[in-house]
């Protein structure tokens, strides 16, 4: 593993690779001497197979998935080579028992299993009979049925996706959305304070990404100096990023790719055997004195299930690693989660949910920057933003055939309220929705087909004037999953936008357009998988941010549509817990909508972002470690550039690196983990600007008692080495005159939780 970091992170400093190499040797240190001790009594082996593990198996041939399991359910796997031979399984992820994930790894392939009294899986055919003798059958197992993981899992436009799942939230214990993607050096995420957050995968502005909240399409360019899309993480189940080359059934102007958003259900949080459960934690963490509560309480009965759950953090500044205090960086949050639904007997089921998300508290002035130094200004002012989200879902979860329907009708709106100095409101909001239906050819043959619409407006009032923009787009669209030859799987689809838009002036203007994709992914051998995508995306006209509406604005000879073009290739090796994998992209943005107050509405700007990714790691038993390598560059109109010329276009982001580690002692119920968050100096910007090189480590601890597992304590260090940075993705580092807003110093967090 330092061998991997010292590659990537060539020309760091020494202290960023000291760093890494200290907090990989701790953590899989013990981890190698647990998997040894257990492989070396029968005893653990045992104790180890009646409990939970964690799994993260990729769809894959059957040969090296069972050799993935073993390694990560610390057992020894038995199979005949001809019982498993040129079969493939869909993977498992997630923390489940040993049976219950070797049952989703053989779903589908007609293999039984049998469990030995000394811990010894076999895979047998109950038809051919090959398999190994000496072993005892278990009765059959039932395996829950775990809703709003991805429905396409394994299909080849999931071959570059990045999934999070809810074991990696409860690992992470996020506080921001920067928190959900740590580990991730492909997605960053810019800003210390969770409200002016905005993300980037590959150096593209999530604006210009199809982003979901449980279905709900988020239109939310509200102000330049505010993040994009506020989420509480607390409130995710699970979160996926298609880089790049993203699906018809993405949604509409999935430009560079797709970020998908789910929120919890009941099913996800109940304990098993159990109708009625609730929980609630209190932490405090010291750089900002914050306190966090947050209940949640849910049940079912009856096909019907209710939850309700509310979050409140409150804090001071904090102090940046120099020991000085940002100023405007204290929480102020309260977050509110309702969901209703019913599943009848026949396995109709409607969901609706509400959600709602705010932070009322004095930011910097310009909330993105901590200040300018040649502007003398008021230091902070009111910000209010809010944003919420209601959708209403029905499926049928357990539906098999060509009858797969899927119905999605949700609301979402942000709304940003800055007092001063003008009065200044500005409000976005979308009415969307999709009817789809998938077509279950086979075990791995779907087609997915539907329509759906939005209707969008941006409008910006303060006493003087106001000023609206509005779209109203319809889609038809279709993707096809298959899986022709054994080692072969392909997704490919189009869709056809109609859009009408309307601008300040109350002027139209009609377009249409068509997008295609096309993905592969190709088993070489048992351990070696090849992907590649392509995609040409129509995107229509985007709206432009509120704060700039201005009612003087006029289209005369309307906007140029927005079309960009993707494409991406690598691989990925799995082989006895090691894996490693490498991707090349690249994205072309012509006419990105790039208006300006002064400028016009009709200004456009062409821009484009390529680079590499490459990602190492091992996985064993109860724990993990991985490292992955991203370099990002973006122009703009042939260009290099700056943080200021690519605002709602993307970010120059350069050379990040990302560690992510993890252990389990299951005899102790105990966790050890971290991150490391480092970026390289980056020196390819306009005008001979120089981003610093920073590195950031975050460890921590987690117990849960045996005598009473209903109790988790957790303890965090983050920013260990008191690093004063601002993360590559954070506005104006680059410019003289900016003071950026700083990542928080070292801070320590306690939490405990109690379920019930």
């Known amino acids: ?66 050799a993935l399991f073993g390694q990560q359910a610390g057992l020894q796997i038995s199979a005949h080579g001809d019982a498993v031979r040129g079969l493939s399984t869909k993977g498992v992820s997630g923390t489940l028992s040993t049976e219950a994930a070797l049952q989703q790894l053989l779903a589908g392939t007609g293999l039984s299993y ?53 074991q990696d939230l409860e690992r992470r214990n996020p506080s921001s959305v920067k928190d959900v993607f740590a580990g991730e050096s492909s997605v960053s995420v810019g800003g210390g304070i969770p409200l002016s957050q905005k993300v980037y995968v590959n150096g593209i502005e999530e604006t210009n990404l199809a982003v979901s909240i449980d279905g709900a399409r988020q239109n939310n360019k509200v102000f330049h100096h505010n993040g994009t899309n506020f989420i509480d993480p607390a409130l995710l189940k699970a979160a996926r990023v298609d880089p790049g080359v993203a699906p018809a059934d993405a949604g509409p102007a999935a430009l560079g790719g797709a970020i998908v958003y789910e929120t919890v259900d009941v099913d996800d949080v109940l304990e098993p055997g159990r109708d009625f459960g609730g929980f609630s934690s209190l932490s405090y963490e010291t750089n900002g004195e914050t306190f966090i509560a947050d209940f949640a309480g849910f049940g079912r009965a009856e096909g019907f299930e209710l939850l309700g759950y509310v979050k409140r953090a409150d804090g001071e500044n904090y102090d940046d690693g120099d020991g000085n205090e940002v100023v405007g960086s204290g929480a102020d949050l309260l977050s509110l989660l309702g969901k209703a639904a019913f599943e009848s007997g026949n396995g109709h089921r409607f969901e609706l949910s509400a959600e709602q998300v705010n932070d009322n508290a004095n930011r910097p002035f310009r909330a993105n920057i901590g200040r300018l130094t040649n502007r003398p200004a008021q230091v902070v002012r009111e910000y209010d933003l809010t944003r ?27 709304t940003v309220d800055v007092p001063e100095p003008f009065g200044s409101q500005g409000e976005t909001n979308s009415f969307s929705g999709k009817i789809e239906n998938d077509f279950n050819l086979s075990e791995n043959g779907i ?118 073009e993707n494409i991406t290739a690598g691989f990925k090796t799995l082989y006895e817990g090691f894996s490693f994998g490498a991707n090349i992209f690249r994205s072309d943005f012509d006419n990105a909508r790039d208006e300006s107050w002064g400028g016009g509405p009709a200004t456009t700007a062409d821009f484009e972002t390529e680079g590499f990714d490459v990602s190492a790691g ?40 990302a560690v992510e580690a993890s252990h389990r002692f299951d005899p102790l119920g105990l966790t050890i983990g971290g991150t490391i968050d480092a970026a390289l100096e980056n020196t390819e910007l306009s005008n001979n600007a120089t981003q610093e090189a920073y590195e950031s480590v975050d460890l921590y601890t987690e117990y849960q008692p045996q005598a009473a597992d209903y109790l988790t304590f957790r303890l965090e260090a983050n920013n260990v080495f008191d690093e004063t940075y601002a993360d590559r993705a954070t506005y104006g580092q680059e410019f003289a005159n900016v003071v950026p807003l700083y990542e928080k110093g070292r801070s320590f967090l306690f939490m405990t939780k109690v379920r019930f």
């Open 388 to 414: 919420r989200n209601f959708v209403f879902n029905y499926s049928l979860p357990s539906a098999t055939g060509l009858f797969d329907p899927k119905v999605v009708l949700s609301y979402s709106e942000t």
């Open 618 to 657: 091992y996985t064993w038993g109860p724990g993990f470690v991985r490292a992955t390598y991203t370099d990002t560059q973006i122009e703009v109109d042939g260009q290099p550039t700056d943080s200021d010329a690519t605002q709602y276009l993307g970010a120059p982001l350069g050379r990040i690196i």
């Open 1 to 66: 593993m330092t061998g991997v970091i010292q590659a990537a992170a060539k020309g760091a400093s020494a202290r960023a690779l000291r760093h890494a190499i200290m907090i990989t040797t701790a953590l899989t240190a013990p981890a190698f001497a647990a998997v040894a001790q257990a492989n070396d009594a029968g005893a653990p082996m045992l104790m180890a197979q009646a409990g939970q593990h964690s799994f993260n198996i990729p769809a894959q041939p059957l040969p090296s998935a069972l």
């Open 447 to 564: 087609i997915t087909a539907g329509v759906d619409f939005y209707n969008d407006a941006a409008e910006y009032v303060d006493p003087t004037y106001s000023a609206e923009e509005k779209a109203t787009n319809g889609g038809i669209y279709a993707q096809a999953r298959l899986q022709p030859l054994d080692p072969l799987r392909l997704s490919f689809g189009a869709r056809g936008d109609f859009q009408e838009f309307e601008g300040v002036d109350g002027s139209t203007h009609d377009n249409s357009g068509m997008s295609g994709n096309l993905s592969a992914e190709y088993d070489v051998t048992d351990f070696l998988t090849l992907n590649a995508g392509y995609s040409n995306v129509w995107g229509g006209i985007a709206l432009a941010e509120n704060y700039i509406l201005n009612p003087a604005w006029t289209y005369p000879n309307g906007i140029e549509p927005v079309r960009s």
């Open 114 to 166: 049998r469990i030995s009294s000394g811990g010894t899986v076999t895979i047998e055919n109950p038809e051919t009979g090959e398999t190994e003798s000496g072993a005892i059958k278990l009765s059959p197992i039932l395996v829950e049925d775990r809703r709003g993981l991805d429905d396409h899992a394994g299909a080849a436009d999931r071959a570059r996706s990045i999934t999070i799942t809810q």
